[in-house]
């Protein structure tokens, strides 16, 4: 596996970096800088002092060095509230962008994804948003989140992150925008998601279980609930369309981009590797880390993320344990979003997903962003604005 080379496809433009999976990364920076926090300048300062080809040790170093920087802009006594929290957003995923390089096996992890919190928990403080950090009992342990509440009256959404997100990264998904037009956000980690397996909760077969146990919190929370939404993003468009499926409580879906089958998106991304027999797979996994740092750490935690040690292990619990969606029992309006610079194998199931269900409700629709648009990468983080929009502008159609 070559630097440039990706583990997922997840974008179709580069940007500066020669690996593939880092420039993704970066690009997803840019995004949020779009929202708050982070200027392109600043980002692009950060980019200089990276060079193109940047090692995992030294990306992490110049971004916890950069959350130190805007540690001692947070010193002025004469800051603003709202300048505060522009710094404490930037601060916050600074940390988190390390976060990203950082191996979670490591005995660093825990305290740096500490650090982030504390700094998300100022950043909102500044704000003035009106969320408060929660848990929700599950097993033997608890789902860390964050709930927006705008008003008892106000529509809700649930939104859940994939594979590499944190609670914290889905307030510029959703909670901040939503805020801003009147919802109540509901920002959990389900089990394999943020910090969760350092508690020994793994990804789990059916993440409808505990999707439900958010809506019941809701309930309790909210005996007002109406208006129930849910979206996810990247493999939360698994995890959605497994809640979506079980779950009638649920009124509206939006999902980018919708998976019905994560072991044939395995298949068809990993190739003919998943055949490799464990002892090769783990031998050809050493040799990628040998030429791609990135690559390497990112296959650790993929692991961690399951529960095992190693890679090939995490696959084989995925083919295992993972169940096919019937999509065929979704009922409520849909919003499937998917950008030109995803992978195949993601684009056909979002379009085998739509093609089912658009003649059971009139406002259920395909959104296919060009990269025209800048907003063709996965997730569509590289214009989060226009996403919001369209997210919201949907949902309101939806809720009036």
């Given amino acids: 596996m070559k630097e440039s080379e990706v583990i997922l496809k997840r974008q179709s433009t580069r940007l500066f970096f020669k690996n593939g999976d880092t420039d993704f990364f970066f690009n997803w920076l840019l995004g949020i800088g779009e929202v708050f926090g982070f200027s392109h300048g600043e980002l692009y300062y950060l980019a200089q002092r990276l060079g193109k080809s940047p090692k995992p040790s030294?990306?992490?170093?110049?971004?916890?060095?950069?959350?130190?920087?805007?540690?001692?802009?947070?010193?002025?006594?004469?800051?603003?509230?709202?300048?505060?929290?522009?710094?404490?957003?930037?601060?916050?995923?600074?940390?988190?962008?390390?976060?990203?390089?950082?191996?979670?096996?490591?005995?660093?992890?825990?305290?740096?994804?500490?650090?982030?919190?504390?700094?998300?928990?100022?950043?909102?403080?500044?704000?003035?948003?009106?969320?408060?950090?929660?848990?929700?009992?599950?097993?033997?342990?608890?789902?860390?989140?964050?709930?927006?509440?705008?008003?008892?009256?106000?529509?809700?959404?649930?939104?859940?992150?994939?594979?590499?997100?944190?609670?914290?990264?889905?307030?510029?998904?959703?909670?901040?925008?939503?805020?801003?037009?009147?919802?109540?956000?509901?920002?959990?980690?389900?089990p394999g998601q943020g910090s969760n397996p350092s508690r020994e909760l793994t990804f789990d077969v059916n993440a409808a279980t505990p999707i439900s146990l958010c809506?019941?919190?809701?309930?309790?929370?909210?005996?007002?609930l109406n208006h129930l939404a849910i979206y996810g993003v990247s493999g939360g468009g698994y995890f959605t369309a497994q809640a979506v499926e079980q779950d009638t409580r649920i009124q509206a879906w939006i999902a980018s981009t919708p998976i019905y089958d994560i072991a044939e998106l395995f298949k068809k991304e990993f190739g003919s590797s998943l055949k490799t027999s464990s002892w090769l797979m783990n031998a050809i996994l050493k040799l990628v880390g040998n030429l791609n740092e990135s690559a390497d750490l990112n296959l650790q935690k993929?692991?961690?993320?399951?529960?095992?040690?190693?890679?090939?292990?995490?696959?084989?619990?995925?083919?295992?344990?993972?169940?096919?969606?019937?999509?065929?029992?979704?009922?409520?309006?849909?919003?499937?979003?998917?950008?030109?610079?995803e992978s195949a194998e993601l684009q056909r199931q979002a379009k085998v997903v739509y093609e089912a269900v658009k003649s059971k409700n009139s406002h259920t629709r395909l959104q296919i962003f060009e990269a025209e648009s800048g907003a063709d990468a996965h997730c569509q983080v590289n214009n989060l604005r226009l996403v919001h929009n369209v997210v919201f502008d949907w949902l309101n159609t939806i809720f009036e």
């Fill in 302 to 341: 993929y692991a961690w993320q399951f529960g095992t040690t190693d890679f090939k292990k995490a696959i084989d619990e995925v083919f295992k344990g993972a169940k096919v969606v019937n999509y065929h029992k979704v009922q409520c309006p849909c919003l499937f979003i998917m950008g030109e610079g």
């Fill in 58 to 190: 030294t990306w992490k170093k110049v971004f916890l060095s950069h959350a130190d920087y805007l540690a001692q802009k947070l010193g002025n006594p004469d800051l603003s509230k709202q300048s505060k929290a522009q710094y404490y957003l930037a601060q916050t995923y600074s940390i988190r962008s390390a976060i990203q390089f950082i191996n979670p096996f490591s005995e660093e992890y825990l305290p740096t994804v500490q650090r982030m919190e504390e700094s998300f928990k100022k950043a909102t403080y500044s704000l003035k948003a009106p969320i408060e950090e929660l848990t929700i009992h599950y097993q033997e342990s608890y789902l860390p989140g964050y709930y927006l509440h705008s008003g008892d009256d106000c529509p809700t959404l649930i939104m859940i992150g994939g594979g590499d997100t944190y609670r914290e990264d889905l307030f510029y998904f959703a909670g901040y925008p939503g805020w801003k037009r009147g919802y109540n956000v509901l920002m959990i980690d389900l």
């Fill in 215 to 224: 809506i019941d919190w809701l309930e309790n929370k909210n005996p007002k």
